[in-house]
């Protein structure tokens, strides 16, 4: 008599599978219900609860945009199941998404130490995951800014730019100068920090799942030198439109950039609307449950919070 070996693995990897179309619809809050559901129950193995772990991280840091203890949590129970299966490539992924997850919550030791264990494993082994020591070398350098180490920012993403070598790597380079942007505004290069901006080909993010993410961050950094540039009238439509897709999108880190970008706006054209918008600005970040966002946001305007 045949038997169907496996039968409630099968059903586990059916169930991961819906999780993974929910995510293309968008539908991140169900995902993480039903996400939730499979690891409770006894369907999944060792191999699906590990990405089940993993999807789950990704919705909170990549979907929703949102810090999460949660998402920690389950970054770190992939890559503890992971590392008892020899899955590596999933190790890469798992590990990514926990770096992220740690940034988000304010924990930039474990962001980095994560980032830094991807590059050493990538080092040796780049194919386990394509274009991961680019991301990794764009997520130190962004803690490398969060922690005021410009130079090193610089340094990690000029190791990024030298990957960037073949035309699948295309939206990866258009980021890194975008990334460069910042960071040059924190030196207050914004004349550097334009030119950085000029290198981006029009074409990037024309088309694919991260056209949408492109469009607000592209736009929120071009608004971002133009208000360091001192070009109020250019920067406002550009943070006007930013904002309203951010609220569409419901992203609170992007729209408390924004929010902030106004009332600088505001503030430097003597609007008396600059205060009220500021506090907006501030409770946005909070809302957020970004250490990062907040840290930024209140530094920039303490010209107009006086504190």
Same mark, same amino acid.
């Given at each position: 008599?045949?038997?169907?070996?496996? #039968?409630?693995?099968?059903?586990?990897?059916?169930?991961?599978? !819906?999780?993974?179309?929910?995510?293309? *619809?968008?539908?991140?809050?169900?995902? @993480?219900?039903?996400?939730?559901?499979?690891?409770?129950? +006894?369907?999944?193995?060792?191999?699906?609860?590990?990405?089940?772990?993993?999807?789950?991280?990704?919705?909170?840091?990549?979907? /929703?945009?949102?810090?999460?203890?949660?998402?920690?949590?389950?970054?770190?129970?992939?890559?503890?199941?992971?590392?008892?299966?020899?899955?590596?490539?999933?190790?890469?992924?798992?590990?990514?998404?926990?770096?992220?997850? $740690? %940034?988000?919550?304010?924990?930039?030791?474990?962001?980095?130490?994560? $980032? @830094? =264990?991807?590059?050493?494993?990538?080092?040796?082994?780049?194919?386990?995951?394509?274009?991961?020591?680019?991301?990794?070398?764009?997520?130190?350098? @962004?803690? +490398?800014?969060?922690?005021?180490?410009? #130079?090193?920012?610089?340094?990690?993403?000029?190791?990024?730019?030298?990957?960037?070598? +073949?035309? =699948?790597?295309?939206?990866?380079?258009?980021?890194?100068? !975008?990334?460069?942007?910042?960071? $040059?505004?924190?030196? @207050?290069?914004? *004349?550097?920090?334009?030119?950085?901006?000029?290198?981006?080909?029009?074409? #990037?993010?024309?088309?694919?799942?991260?056209?949408?993410?492109?469009?607000?961050?592209?736009?929120?950094?071009?608004? !971002?030198?133009?208000?360091?540039?001192?070009?109020?009238?250019?920067? &406002?439509?550009?943070?006007?439109?930013?904002?309203?897709?951010?609220? =569409?999108?419901?992203?609170?880190?992007? /729209?408390?950039?924004?929010?902030?970008?106004?009332?600088?706006?505001? $503030?430097?054209?003597? &609007?008396?609307?600059?205060?009220?918008? #500021?506090?907006?600005?501030?409770?946005?970040?909070? %809302?957020?449950?970004? !250490?990062?966002?907040?840290?930024?946001?209140?530094?920039?305007?303490?010209?107009?919070?006086?504190?």
């Amino acid at each position: 008599m045949n038997q169907q070996p496996n #039968a409630p693995e099968l059903t586990g990897l059916d169930e991961y599978q !819906r999780l993974v179309s929910l995510l293309d *619809e968008r539908r991140f809050d169900e995902a @993480q219900v039903r996400g939730r559901v499979l690891l409770e129950g +006894d369907l999944a193995g060792s191999l699906v609860r590990a990405k089940t772990h993993n999807l789950l991280c990704w919705t909170f840091v990549e979907g /929703l945009k949102r810090a999460s203890p949660e998402a920690v949590l389950h970054g770190e129970e992939a890559v503890r199941l992971v590392g008892g299966l020899g899955e590596r490539p999933l190790q890469m992924q798992a590990l990514c998404n926990l770096a992220s997850a $740690y %940034h988000q919550m304010g924990d930039y030791d474990g962001a980095r130490r994560s $980032y @830094q =264990e991807i590059v050493a494993h990538l080092t040796r082994d780049p194919d386990l995951l394509p274009f991961g020591l680019i991301l990794a070398y764009q997520g130190l350098s @962004q803690l +490398d800014l969060v922690q005021d180490r410009a #130079a090193d920012a610089l340094r990690h993403l000029e190791a990024a730019l030298s990957l960037c070598s +073949d035309e =699948e790597s295309r939206f990866l380079l258009a980021d890194i100068y !975008r990334r460069q942007a910042l960071v $040059y505004l924190r030196l @207050q290069q914004p *004349e550097e920090a334009a030119a950085a901006l000029a290198r981006i080909p029009e074409d #990037a993010y024309a088309t694919g799942p991260r056209t949408l993410w492109w469009r607000t961050h592209l736009a929120f950094t071009r608004a !971002r030198v133009e208000v360091a540039r001192g070009h109020w009238s250019s920067a &406002r439509p550009l943070i006007v439109n930013t904002t309203a897709l951010a609220r =569409e999108l419901a992203d609170l880190p992007v /729209l408390a950039e924004c929010t902030c970008l106004l009332a600088l706006v505001d $503030y430097a054209e003597g &609007r008396k609307e600059a205060a009220k918008r #500021a506090q907006r600005a501030i409770a946005y970040a909070i %809302h957020s449950g970004r !250490r990062d966002v907040v840290d930024d946001v209140r530094e920039r305007l303490k010209p107009i919070l006086g504190v």
